[in-house]
């Protein structure tokens, strides 16, 4: 199980890595720019907030799985939120977004694949570390 978290971490390291291309790739400045001011500044401290809890799940998955492992209740309590935020990514992704404008071609595709990968191996991992 602690070489599954370890991956689970290293794999949510690469996922924020990568997410820095996104406001590139889906122009996210036009469509910002014509917010409000305020709401544009939400909508990017919203984007930083999620960035974080990526980087702080992946750092502790990464370098102190034990903690997660040690059978407290602060360990179950913390496995079993990342399990339903991974798999609320999941739902949203398939119920929520509307991806008909999403980047067209082969490359597109199967990155959405593999994030969808992740976030059911992510759900796993967790869930199963939360419940075992």
Known sequence: MKALLILAGLGQLVL???SLALPRILRWSDDTAKLRPL????????????WVTNICFGVVSTFAPEWLLDHSPLARVVTGYI?????SRLLVQFFYFD???APPGAFY???EVALVGLFIFLTAVYGYAAVF
């Open 99 to 101: 991806r008909s404008e």
């Open 39 to 50: 709401t544009r500044q939400v909508f990017w401290t919203y984007a930083a907030y999620i």
């Open 16 to 18: 924020a890595a990568g």
């Open 109 to 111: 595709k199967l990155a």
């Open 83 to 87: 399990t339903a935020y991974w798999g």
